[in-house]
C-alpha cells in the first residue's frame, strides 16, 4: 500500500518540496511520539519514579539521627524552598515541547550538555539500581519457605559466632544470672559457658580466690547479617579481590532486566497500564505492615523514639544539609526522569496542580514508611532487648539484615517476609522504569527517524548493555563497586546540573517568556512567587545543597573497609563524567556558530527554529504568542519558525 502510494505521484506535476513532503507524510507515523492513555498515568508514574528505596532505607535513619520529629520542619521547609518549584519547572519545559532531556534543549542550545548529563546520571544509576531490585527479587525467592534461611544458624554460610534470632531473645533474659554465674566459675568451666553468653557482652574470669584471671569479649554475628554477607554477597576482604559471579544473582539480575523491557518495549502506552498496579500497591503493603507492626510488643516505644522532637538538634548545620540533601534525592530533580514522563503529557493538560501534588505525596511516603519501618524496629528491639537505636541502619543495612531479622520473629514470618521484598520490589521497578525510560527517549528523540519506528529492539539492546555493565556488581566483591558508583554518581553533579538548568531557565530564556509558555498551556499564569524562587531562592537553596555534599563527602568507605587511592580517584572521575558535558557542549556550540564572540553567544543562548510545541495546533498558538512578543525571538527566527509551522519536530529533524 505505501509503495503504491509513493509510485502514483507524477512526477512531471510535482515539485521536490511536495515530493518530500508527501513522503514525510507516509513516514510520519511510524516517527510519531506517543503519549499517555489514560488521565492518571502521569501522576501514578511520576509519584512510582520519585517514591523509591531510600524513603525506605535513609528518610527513617535520617529522622532518627536529626531528631525525630523536629528534622520534619527542614524537610517540609527544603521541599518548598527546592523541591516543589523544581518540580514544576522541569514539568513545564517537558509538557510543552514533548521531548526528552536532551532534545529539548531547543530552548537554549548553549546548555544542552545539561540534558546529557542528565541522561549520564541516569544510565549509571540504573546499572547498579538494578542489582538493589535483583538483591531484593533474591531475597522475595528464598522467603517462600517455612523457615527464613536467615533465621537459623548452622547453614554452610553460617560462622561459629552465629546467633540466631531465637537464642538472641532467649539469652537477654539470661544474661544477668549468666553475669553472675561467670564471676563465680572456674577458669576451666567458664570457657564453655561462654559459648552460650549474650552477644558483644564483656565477661570477666574471677577465680575461687576473687583475683581477676583474664577478660575476654566474644562479637557474636546475628544470623540474617551472615546470611547477607556470606551467603547473598559471598563478600570479600576488599575492592581488591573482586571474586567471581554469583550465579544467583546473575539469575535474579536477569530477570529484572526482563521486567523492566517487557514494560518499557511498548513505551509509555504499556508503562501507564503497569503503574496503575505499581504505584498504589506498594501504599497497600505498608497499610498492611504497619497495622500488624503497631500491635507488636516494642512498637510504641519505635513510633517514639521515631517522631518525639529533639529541638536541641536544629542547632546543628548537618541536620539541615541532611534535610535538604534527602529532599533533593527523593523528589527527583536534575535525573531528566521528571522531563521525560510530563513530555508524553497532552499539551493542555493541568501540569500546575500535579506538581504541586507528587512532591507533597512522594514526601507524605517517606513520613508514612517512617512509622512502619520504626514499629518493627521498635518490636525487634523490645525482643533482643536492646535500645531502639542499637537496631537502626541505614541503607541495606536495614533493608536486607535488620528488617528481615525482625520479621522472622513475627509469626507467620515467610508471609510478611513475602509482603515486605514484594513492595520493595515494586517500588524498586517504579524508579527503575522513570531512570531506564529517560534514556530510551532520549536515544530516540535525537534520532527519532532511525530509531523510534524501532523501539522494540533499541529496548532490548539497551537492556542487555545495562546488564552487562552489572554483572561486575555481583560478583562476590561487587558491592564495594556499586558503593563507588553510589557515593560519586549521585551526588554533587546532580546539584551543578540542576544549578545550571534553573540559571538557564529563569536568567537566559527569561521567567516572563516561560509564564507566557505557562499561560499558553493551562490557560493562567501562576503566582508571581514562582520567578523569584527560580531566579534568586531555588538557586541559593542548590548551592548551599551543593556546598554541604562537597564538605561532607569524604573518601568512600563500605562500613569499616577503606577504599585504596586509586578506588578514591575512579569514583571521582564516575562523578565527574556527567559534568564533562556542559562546558564541552556550551564551547562546540559557540565554535559551531558563525559571527564574532558576542553574536554566537547571542546565537546559542536563545530558542532554536526547533523550539515550541509539537502539534501544529498549539505551534501556531504559539507562534501567534511569539508575535505579540517579539522581542522574545529575533524576527530572523520567528520568521524561521513560521517557515515550518506545518511541520513536526520529527519532520523537521528528518529533514534537517
Known amino acids: 500500500m505505501t509503495k503504491d502510494r509513493k509510485t502514483s505521484i507524477p512526477s512531471s506535476s510535482t515539485s521536490s518540496s511536495e515530493s518530500i513532503s508527501m513522503t514525510n507524510s507516509v513516514e510520519k507515523k511510524p516517527m510519531e511520539r506517543e503519549g499517555w492513555k489514560g488521565t492518571l498515568d502521569f501522576i501514578l508514574t511520576c509519584i512510582g519514579y520519585a517514591v523509591g528505596l531510600g524513603n525506605i532505607w535513609r528518610f527513617p535513619y535520617l529522622c532518627y539521627k536529626s531528631g525525630g520529629g523536629a528534622f520534619f520542619i527542614p524537610y517540609v521547609l527544603f521541599l518548598c524552598l527546592c523541591g516543589i518549584p523544581l518540580f514544576f519547572m522541569e514539568t513545564v519545559y517537558g509538557q510543552f515541547s514533548s521531548l526528552s532531556p536532551i532534545a529539548i534543549w531547543n530552548i537554549c542550545p548553549m546548555f544542552k550538555g545539561v540534558g546529557i548529563g542528565m541522561v549520564i546520571v541516569s544510565g549509571l544509576v540504573c546499572v547498579y539500581y538494578n542489582v538493589i531490585v535483583a538483591w531484593t527479587l533474591y531475597y522475595l525467592f528464598m522467603s517462600f519457605r517455612a523457615v527464613l534461611p536467615w533465621s537459623t544458624c548452622g ?81 570479600t576482604d576488599g575492592i581488591e579481590t573482586i571474586g567471581t559471579l554469583r550465579w544467583q544473582l546473575v539469575i535474579t539480575l536477569a530477570l529484572a532486566w526482563v521486567c523492566v523491557f517487557f514494560c518499557l518495549f511498548k513505551g509509555v502506552a504499556v508503562l501507564g497500564k503497569v503503574m496503575h ?76 496542580r500535579d506538581a504541586m501534588l507528587v512532591p507533597f505525596i512522594n514526601c507524605g511516603t517517606s513520613i508514612f514508611a517512617g512509622f512502619v519501618i ?40 515467610p ?19 522513570g531512570m531506564f525510560e529517560t534514556c530510551l527517549s532520549a536515544f530516540m528523540d535525537e534520532f527519532p527517524g532511525v530509531l523510534r519506528k524501532r523501539r522494540v529492539l533499541v529496548s532490548a539492546v539497551a537492556c542487555f548493555i545495562e546488564f552487562l555493565l552489572g554483572l561486575p556488581l555481583i560478583t562476590e566483591g561487587g558491592i ?34 516561560f509564564y507566557k509558555d505557562i499561560e499558553l ?52 572521575c564516575l562523578g565527574m563524567v556527567s559534568l564533562v558535558p556542559i562546558p564541552a557542549c556550551a564551547i562546540y556550540s559557540l565554535f559551531k556558530s558563525e559571527g564574532t564572540l558576542l553574536q554566537r553567544f547571542r546565537s546559542v543562548t536563545k530558542p532554536s527554529e526547533k523550539w515550541g510545541p509539537c502539534k501544529d495546533i498549539h505551534r501556531q498558538e504559539y507562534l501567534e504568542s511569539l508575535e505579540q512578543d517579539k522581542h522574545a525571538l529575533p524576527l530572523y527566527q520567528t520568521n524561521v519558525v513560521k517557515r515550518n509551522v506545518n511541520t513536526s519536530p520529527e519532520e523537521r529533524a528528518f529533514l534537517s
Not at 537496631?391 to 509469626?411: C, I, N
Open 155 to 235: 547453614n554452610w554460610w553460617n560462622t561459629e559466632n552465629c546467633m540466631d534470632v531465637e537464642n538472641s531473645v532467649s539469652m537477654v533474659g539470661n544474661q544477668s544470672s549468666v553475669a553472675t554465674n561467670v564471676t563465680r566459675m572456674s577458669v576451666m568451666n567458664g570457657t564453655s559457658l561462654l559459648s552460650n553468653a549474650s552477644s558483644m557482652l564483656n565477661y570477666t574470669m574471677i577465680g575461687d580466690n576473687n583475683t581477676v584471671i583474664s577478660s575476654n569479649k566474644i562479637n557474636y554475628i546475628s544470623s540474617s547479617e551472615e546470611f547477607w554477607e556470606n551467603h547473598v554477597l559471598q563478600l
Open 277 to 352: 498496579f505499581c504505584a498504589p500497591f506498594p501504599y497497600l503493603v505498608l497499610l498492611v505492615l504497619l497495622i500488624r507492626g503497631v500491635t507488636l510488643d516494642g512498637a510504641i516505644e519505635g513510633i517514639k523514639f521515631y517522631i518525639i522532637p529533639q529541638w536541641d538538634k536544629l542547632a546543628t548545620f548537618q541536620v539541615w544539609g541532611d534535610a535538604a540533601l534527602q529532599i533533593f534525592y527523593s523528589v527527583g530533580m536534575a535525573w531528566g526522569g521528571i522531563i521525560t514522563m510530563a513530555s508524553y503529557n497532552d499539551f493542555k493538560h493541568n501540569v500546575y
Open 374 to 413: 520504626f514499629s518493627i524496629l521498635g518490636f525487634m528491639a523490645h525482643e533482643t532487648g536492646k535500645s531502639v537505636e542499637d537496631v537502626v541502619k541505614q541503607g541495606p543495612g536495614l533493608t536486607f539484615v535488620a528488617y528481615p531479622e525482625a520479621v522472622s520473629m513475627l509469626p507467620i514470618s
Open 415 to 433: 508471609l510478611w517476609s513475602v509482603l515486605f521484598f514484594l513492595m520493595l520490589f515494586i517500588i524498586g521497578l517504579d524508579s527503575q522504569f
Open 480 to 513: 564495594y563497586i556499586l558503593q563507588i558508583i553510589d557515593w560519586y554518581c549521585a551526588s554533587f553533579s546532580l546539584m551543578l546540573i540542576s544549578l545550571t538548568e534553573c540559571l538557564a531557565i529563569g536568567w537566559v530564556y527569561g521567567v516572563d517568556r
Open 521 to 572: 498551556m493551562i490557560g493562567f499564569q501562576p503566582m508571581g512567587l514562582w520567578k523569584y524562587m527560580w531566579k534568586f531562592v531555588t538557586p541559593l537553596v542548590i548551592l548551599f545543597i551543593w556546598l554541604f555534599s562537597i564538605i561532607t563527602l569524604g573518601p568512600v568507605t563500605y562500613g569499616e573497609v577503606t577504599y585504596p587511592q586509586w578506588a578514591v580517584t575512579f569514583g571521582w
